[in-house]
């Protein structure tokens, strides 16, 4: 069974920065796509990041594009998702999730294991 434990959200101003960090543990990240997604309260779970099992291949929705930046430490098994510029718009839950399978997906049902979620809260 893999475990995933999402750390580094808080309170942040506009225009800020945070990194959020998803350790692994159970089962190595190697191999496995892994993404970031967040869920703001009334709202769907969408992704906002997203990268293959061998990092060449990275998807960002537009609204994230150019702000947020994935990557992957597989000897630490550990993901991250480097957030700037943040505005008021992302705040909520992020959650780490992993699939099974090496190729990059999008959407929810897609992925196999995921985190509890850490939030993100913005202040303007």
């Known amino acids: 069974q893999m475990q995933l434990v999402e750390s580094g959200g808080g309170l942040v101003q506009t225009g800020g920065s945070l990194r959020l960090s998803c350790a692994a543990s159970?089962?190595?990240?190697?191999?496995?796509?892994m993404g970031w997604f967040r869920q703001a309260p009334g709202k769907e779970r969408n992704i906002v990041a997203a990268m293959d099992w061998s990092g060449r291949s990275i998807y960002y929705p537009d609204s994230v594009k150019g702000r947020f930046t994935i990557s992957r430490d597989n000897v630490k098994n550990t993901v991250y998702l480097q957030m700037n510029s943040l505005a008021p718009e992302d705040a909520a839950v992020y959650y780490c999730?992993?699939?099974?399978?090496?190729?990059?997906?999008?959407?929810?049902?897609?992925?196999?294991?995921w985190g509890q979620g850490t939030q993100v809260t913005v202040s303007s």
């Open positions: 159970g089962r190595t990240i190697s191999g496995r796509a």
């Open positions: 999730a992993a699939r099974e399978e090496p190729g990059l997906m999008t959407t929810v049902r897609e992925y196999d294991h």
